[in-house]
């Protein structure tokens, strides 16, 4: 069990931001918020943008109960490090090392065939929390320290669940931009409500965080969710085409249809506001 104290998990480690050199363009992104608020198809059309605009990115699947890999695109379109006699790494593999290394994390990057400056790290098919050593804080704080060195753009997918998934939760507290995700629903509101609480510090709120209302429809209630939330700084619209991307396994497609011109326009925005391109 997590302990919600002073220098618990929820407690920023300050020690490397020092090193951070805040003038260059990119960093961490953690993409969080409410369940099935759309995370992670937020996270995945960050990743191929800014793949598309030649920038090397990394996209972390934090799932460990539904991996996410196999639902974005298919494993035919996959690699794995060339050297690697595995057909694909895992994020497990990672996280179970005593201590996780530069050489450990590349060694479990997976590569998409088509777009050359994408990689993705993620659990695969049928795995889950057990199928691994458990791990703790100290490796995902040095995942996340690796993956700076790896790689200029890193986005973090995370799973809402932060008091149960420790990679997750290290992730809000250590990245330099965070999306907090909602639906216009009470649900999402009354999460939000319960979960803040264990996030809240000083430190914390130091990290740049920008509040997205997500899959929002015509009928739904937004000055109500801005009333309830304070303000929102990016309204991600439902988009059809998005919908069946989805449905389809096939996240990292093209959007091409007039229905998914909103939606692109606000991921233009919001990858414009974070990292600066
Ligand atoms: N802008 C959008 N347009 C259409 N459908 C959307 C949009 N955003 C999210 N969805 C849909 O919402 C559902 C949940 O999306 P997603 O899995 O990305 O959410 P999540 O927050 O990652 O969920 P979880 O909490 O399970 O990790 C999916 O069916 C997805 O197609
Ligand atoms: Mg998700």
């Not at 991996?67 to 974005?72: A, D, G, R, T, V």
């Not at 100290?138 to 200029?152: C, G, N, T, Y």
């Amino acid at each position: 069990m997590l302990q919600f104290k002073k220098d618990s998990i929820f407690t920023r480690n300050n020690k490397d931001k020092s090193k951070v050199d805040e003038s260059l363009p990119g960093g961490v992104l953690a993409v969080w918020g409410s369940p099935s608020s759309g995370k992670t198809t937020v996270a995945v059309k960050l990743a191929k943008y800014l793949a598309e605009h030649k920038k090397n990115v990394i996209l972390v699947l934090c799932d460990m109960t539904a991996p996410m890999l196999p639902c974005i695109c298919s494993s035919s379109s996959l690699e794995c490090q060339k050297d690697s006699n595995r057909p694909f790494g895992s994020l497990g593999s990672i996280l179970s090392a005593t201590h996780v290394t530069d050489q450990i994390v590349k060694n479990n990057i997976i590569t998409h065939k088509k777009m050359a400056y994408l990689t993705m790290i993620g659990m695969l098919k049928g795995e889950n929390e057990y199928t691994y050593a458990s791990y703790s804080r100290v490796q995902a704080e040095e995942f996340i320290a690796s993956l700076r060195k790896i790689a200029p753009y890193v986005i973090i997918d995370c799973s809402s669940y932060i008091a149960n998934d420790i990679l997750s939760a290290v992730s809000i507290m250590e990245c330099d931009s965070l999306l907090r995700l909602s639906n216009c629903d009470l649900k999402s509101i009354s999460y939000l409500s319960s979960q803040l609480k264990l996030l809240y510090s000083d430190q914390w709120n130091s990290s740049k965080q920008y509040k997205v209302l997500s899959n929002v429809k015509p009928n739904h209630g937004v000055e109500h969710m801005a009333g309830a939330l304070g303000s929102i700084d990016f309204r991600l619209p439902y988009s059809e085409e998005v919908e069946e991307q989805y449905l389809a396994g096939n996240l990292l497609a093209d959007m091409n249809l007039k229905n998914s011109k909103e939606f692109r326009k606000e991921i233009e925005k919001i990858a414009e506001e974070v990292f600066g391109c």
